[in-house]
């Protein structure tokens, strides 16, 4: 099916429209019948009932901006069965949708569509169909799917339950630790609302300086002049401005949707995405990708077809809707500029333990910042005169951007790097690339450097010169990184470089700050009884900024150093490492859901065994058990209070002291 940016865009007006809904709809039901027209030649049937209020769309691809066409895909086809002709459907006039505003074929209370085969394979009898489709009400619209399993001479559908071998039975069963003594302790675990807060302040940050660039600071005072003019009635003015900027804030928050939906297919999901290969390089690329485009080498824009087609919806409509559709334009036509800032938030918010949650309140955030200037300048009118004039300054905004999305390029680079052990992008060499980076952006500001867009520096001002000083400072401070010494922990910036043991100089072992660890249950069980020693373990990640922090500047500390170092047997156990088990220990996982998931991966097998027996899939998550896995104390998240993790790790202590092994 073809695809184009209208459908694109459709798929983006759906994800919005869907927010609405707190609980799970079915506003469309489906069955199925056959009819046999010869011995080789069927006739599926596919009747859809439709709630009252709610419609399905035709197969037809829409003109422009429009719904999601319901689509119909038969499955294994090849020297089973062929389709005679294609899949028709009810024959009704268009007729107008509020939601979309067009006149589109929309099939109401009921429709049926049929499809004639010809069996290729006399032996068929069961053919299974997908349809996706969209279904909305003059509100909202939800994308929905069904399958359909198909006995061709009517006999019931016997699906067969998921099977996996013995071995894999047995192997799965390895994966449970008994883990007892739950009852004994409350949850320690509330660096949740802490860290939710952090991103939501970041991203708060980010649509502050968003509004400094060149897309949308201008905009400022012609939008808010317009609102305040043309609506003749000053309170009228303040209310469509304080509208105008209530759509833009949930127009960015409602971006993070579809991490949403994600996330709820499969607890490890978002873990995977952070953690994926491929996709840490995309981001390397895309990153770079802008960096150069706020140097002003090009311009990253989305088409200018669907900025013009919301403007001229926005100036035919009026009223609530129209000035939802101004803010919509807004979020497109400054998409050249906000686009680095939302794309690092992004990758930023999935490559951390909150996931989509953490997500929505990033882009929140950015949506409010964005949008205070638009109310507040609407509400005081006068604080327009304060504001400073455009100019050459805007253009400097974009190009530190352009260096700071240069060095955040590299994070990417870096998490691929460490989950495939690859060795470009050791800690020394990542912090040397940064001070390349930083040394770059401090003679620009100095007007040592220019780019495109760069008009005559006529003389450097006092906050340039600041800005360049502060960055010159933040260079000084990396540089101790690069070295072989106890300063090249720069606690500052724990979690963003490689961790200190993933180093070009050698050191004496593959352990956090240089610990004894242990990387499987087996040989961490093994010391523990030879020692006699607790054991903490520590699911962690190699992509994992809160990991980096607490091993960098938790443990580094020297009370949670010392107990960790002779009290404790640390077995690390990372959740995203590709390296591949060898094929006597891969094997399949049968979820409680009926699913089967693929343990191939030393990181496969970890996750899983987190989330059987922890029914959690954050890192840093740790846990402290005796030789028995008998809980100590009550287990704990990321915990950047050194104090308190050192109590946790004293009370454990003590808990296990109590009972002779």
């Given at each position: 099916m073809?695809i184009?940016?209208a459908?694109?865009?459709?798929?983006?007006?759906?994800?919005f429209f869907?927010l609405?809904?707190?609980?799970?709809l079915?506003?469309?039901?489906?069955?199925?019948?056959?009819?046999?027209?010869s011995?080789?030649e069927?006739?599926l049937i596919?009747?859809?009932s439709?709630d009252?209020?709610?419609y399905?769309?035709?197969?037809?691809?829409?003109?422009?901006?429009?719904?999601?066409?319901?689509?119909?895909?038969y499955?294994?086809?090849?020297n089973?069965y062929?389709?005679?002709?294609?899949?028709?459907?009810?024959?009704?006039?268009?007729k107008?949708?509020?939601?979309?505003?067009?006149?589109?074929?929309?099939?109401e209370?009921?429709?049926?569509?049929v499809?004639k085969?010809?069996?290729i394979?006399?032996?068929?009898?069961?053919?299974?169909v997908?349809?996706?489709?969209?279904?909305?009400?003059?509100e909202?619209?939800?994308?929905?799917?069904?399958?359909?399993?198909?006995?061709?001479?009517g006999?019931?559908?016997?699906?067969?339950?998921?099977e996996?071998d013995?071995?894999?039975?047995a192997l799965?069963a390895?994966?449970?630790l008994?883990v007892?003594?739950?009852?004994?302790?409350?949850s320690?675990?509330?660096?949740?609302?802490?860290s939710?807060?952090?991103i939501?302040l970041?991203?708060?940050l980010?649509?502050?300086?968003?509004?400094l660039?060149?897309?949308?600071?201008?905009?400022?005072?012609?939008?808010?002049?317009?609102?305040?003019?043309s609506?003749g009635?000053?309170k009228?003015?303040?209310?469509?401005s304080i509208?105008y900027?209530f759509?833009?804030?949930l127009i960015?928050?409602?971006?993070?949707?579809?991490?949403?939906?994600?996330?709820?297919?499969d607890?490890?999901i978002?873990?995977n995405?952070?953690t994926?290969?491929?996709?840490?390089i995309i981001f390397?690329l895309?990153f770079?990708?802008?960096?150069?485009?706020?140097?002003?080498y090009?311009e990253l824009?989305?088409?200018?077809?669907?900025s013009n087609a919301?403007?001229?919806?926005a100036?035919k409509?009026?009223?609530?809707?129209?000035?939802?559709?101004?803010?919509?334009?807004?979020a497109i036509?400054?998409?050249?500029?906000?686009g680095p800032i939302?794309g690092?938030?992004?990758?930023?918010?999935?490559t951390a333990d909150?996931g989509a949650?953490q997500?929505?309140?990033?882009m929140?955030?950015?949506g409010l910042a964005?949008?205070?200037?638009f109310?507040l300048?609407?509400m005081?009118?006068?604080?327009l005169n304060s504001l400073?004039?455009?100019?050459?300054?805007?253009?400097?905004v974009?190009v530190?951007?352009?260096f700071?999305e240069?060095?955040?390029?590299?994070k990417f680079?870096?998490?691929a790097?460490?989950?495939?052990h690859?060795?470009?992008?050791?800690?020394?060499i990542f912090?040397?690339?940064w001070?390349l980076?930083g040394?770059?952006?401090?003679?620009y500001?100095?007007?040592k450097i220019?780019?495109?867009?760069?008009g005559?520096l006529?003389?450097?001002?006092?906050f340039?010169?600041?800005?360049a000083?502060?960055?010159l400072a933040?260079?000084l401070y990396?540089?101790?990184?690069?070295?072989?010494?106890?300063?090249a922990n720069?606690k500052?910036?724990?979690?963003f470089?490689?961790?200190l043991?993933?180093?070009v100089?050698?050191k004496?072992?593959?352990?956090?700050?240089?610990?004894?660890c242990?990387?499987?249950?087996?040989?961490?069980?093994?010391?523990?009884?030879?020692e006699n020693?607790?054991i903490m373990?520590?699911?962690?990640g190699?992509?994992c900024?809160?990991c980096?922090?607490?091993e960098?500047?938790?443990?580094?500390?020297s009370?949670?150093?010392?107990?960790l170092?002779?009290e404790?047997i640390?077995i690390s156990?990372?959740?995203?490492d590709k390296?591949?088990l060898?094929k006597a220990?891969?094997?399949?996982?049968?979820?409680?859901?009926?699913?089967?998931?693929d343990i191939?991966?030393i990181?496969n097998?970890w996750?899983?065994l987190?989330t059987?027996?922890?029914k959690?899939?954050?890192q840093?998550y740790?846990?402290?058990v005796n030789?028995?896995?008998?809980l100590?104390?009550?287990?704990?998240?990321?915990t950047p209070?050194?104090?308190t993790?050192?109590?946790?790790l004293?009370?454990?202590?003590?808990?296990?002291n109590?009972?002779?092994?």
């Amino acid at each position: 099916m073809k695809i184009k940016s209208a459908y694109l865009l459709s798929i983006f007006f759906t994800f919005f429209f869907s927010l609405s809904f707190a609980q799970i709809l079915e506003p469309v039901k489906w069955t199925h019948s056959v009819e046999k027209l010869s011995d080789t030649e069927y006739q599926l049937i596919f009747e859809a009932s439709i709630d009252e209020g709610w419609y399905v769309y035709s197969q037809e691809e829409p003109d422009g901006l429009g719904p999601l066409p319901t689509y119909f895909e038969y499955s294994e086809q090849e020297n089973n069965y062929k389709l005679i002709g294609t899949t028709t459907e009810p024959n009704v006039a268009p007729k107008f949708d509020k939601v979309f505003e067009l006149d589109l074929k929309k099939f109401e209370n009921e429709a049926e569509f049929v499809q004639k085969i010809a069996l290729i394979n006399s032996e068929l009898n069961l053919i299974e169909v997908r349809v996706d489709y969209q279904t909305c009400n003059d509100e909202k619209c939800i994308p929905m799917d069904y399958v359909f399993n198909i006995s061709l001479d009517g006999s019931e559908v016997e699906l067969e339950a998921v099977e996996i071998d013995e071995r894999s039975k047995a192997l799965s069963a390895a994966l449970d630790l008994g883990v007892t003594g739950w009852d004994n302790f409350e949850s320690t675990d509330k660096v949740e609302q802490k860290s939710n807060f952090g991103i939501f302040l970041l991203g708060f940050l980010g649509g502050l300086i968003a509004l400094l660039t060149p897309c949308v600071f201008p905009m400022i005072p012609l939008t808010v002049s317009f609102f305040t003019k043309s609506s003749g009635d000053n309170k009228k003015g303040i209310f469509n401005s304080i509208l105008y900027g209530f759509f833009i804030f949930l127009i960015y928050a409602l971006l993070s949707l579809p991490f949403h939906l994600i996330d709820t297919l499969d607890p490890e999901i978002l873990n995977n995405i952070s953690t994926n290969v491929t996709l840490n390089i995309i981001f390397f690329l895309i990153f770079i990708a802008f960096a150069f485009s706020f140097f002003g080498y090009y311009e990253l824009t989305l088409p200018a077809s669907w900025s013009n087609a919301l403007d001229s919806k926005a100036n035919k409509i009026g009223g609530f809707i129209g000035i939802f559709f101004m803010a919509l334009t807004l979020a497109i036509v400054s998409f050249s500029c906000t686009g680095p800032i939302l794309g690092t938030l992004l990758g930023s918010s999935l490559t951390a333990d909150g996931g989509a949650t953490q997500l929505s309140l990033g882009m929140s955030g950015f949506g409010l910042a964005l949008a205070l200037p638009f109310t507040l300048f609407a509400m005081f009118p006068k604080w327009l005169n304060s504001l400073p004039k455009s100019g050459g300054w805007l253009n400097t905004v974009k190009v530190v951007l352009g260096f700071i999305e240069l060095g955040l390029a590299l994070k990417f680079l870096s998490n691929a790097d460490l989950v495939e052990h690859w060795g470009l992008l050791k800690r020394e060499i990542f912090i040397g690339l940064w001070i390349l980076i930083g040394i770059g952006l401090v003679l620009y500001l100095f007007g040592k450097i220019k780019f495109p867009h760069d008009g005559p520096l006529k003389k450097l001002g006092g906050f340039r010169i600041t800005t360049a000083i502060l960055f010159l400072a933040f260079v000084l401070y990396l540089i101790p990184g690069v070295t072989n010494t106890k300063y090249a922990n720069l606690k500052l910036l724990s979690g963003f470089p490689p961790p200190l043991f993933y180093s070009v100089y050698e050191k004496s072992s593959e352990c956090p700050l240089d610990l004894n660890c242990y990387k499987t249950i087996e040989e961490g069980l093994e010391a523990a009884k030879l020692e006699n020693k607790p054991i903490m373990l520590d699911f962690t990640g190699w992509a994992c900024v809160n990991c980096r922090k607490m091993e960098e500047q938790v443990w580094s500390t020297s009370k949670v150093y010392d107990i960790l170092s002779d009290e404790y047997i640390i077995i690390s156990l990372y959740v995203d490492d590709k390296t591949l088990l060898p094929k006597a220990e891969q094997f399949q996982y049968l979820r409680p859901s009926g699913t089967v998931k693929d343990i191939e991966t030393i990181g496969n097998k970890w996750a899983t065994l987190q989330t059987k027996n922890f029914k959690n899939n954050s890192q840093p998550y740790y846990v402290l058990v005796n030789h028995d896995m008998e809980l100590l104390n009550a287990t704990r998240a990321y915990t950047p209070n050194a104090g308190t993790y050192y109590q946790w790790l004293l009370e454990g202590l003590g808990n296990f002291n109590t009972v002779k092994f």
